[in-house]
């Protein structure tokens, strides 16, 4: 009987082997590959290390322009509103001058459509004109 024990502790022994010859192959690939994918990494740091610096101070410029950019256009529309208040302002003001100016001649057109309607002076405007060009004669003696 030892000897059958013998004969299967060499078989199973040589199936180890073969199993693991045949598992060596993936292994191998995966151990490639990870080298490969931690050289890029590293490449990759490298890379990020040098680059990264210079990249955030160009950032700071640009964020930098912008709210100046931002501060000017602000300043701008306040301008702008100030100014479109004010020229509101002036509208009103000619178009209520517009308005009275308008109600002064409408007022001088009613009175002389009027008079032309009238046609000749009322009999008191008459003895009023007439007061006002004859002067009293004045007796000397």
Request: net charge negative.
């Amino acid at each position: 009987m030892p000897e059958l024990l013998d004969q299967i502790v060499i078989f199973l022994f040589l199936a180890i082997t073969i199993l693991l010859a045949v598992l060596t192959l993936p292994i191998s690939s995966l151990i490639k590959q990870s080298e490969r994918t931690l050289d890029a990494t590293e490449s990759l740091i490298r890379t990020l290390d040098k680059e990264l610096g210079p990249t955030l101070n160009e950032v700071n410029l640009v964020l930098g322009s912008v709210q100046e950019i931002k501060a000017i256009a602000e300043q701008r529309i306040t301008d702008v509103g100030t100014k479109v208040e004010d020229v509101t302002g002036n509208i009103a003001h000619v178009a209520d001058q517009a308005k009275s100016h308008s109600s002064v001649w409408g007022a001088g057109l009613m009175a002389g459509w009027q008079a032309y309607l009238d046609g000749k002076p009322t009999p008191k405007s008459e003895r009023a004109i007439e007061k006002q060009t004859t002067k009293p004669v004045s007796k000397s003696v």
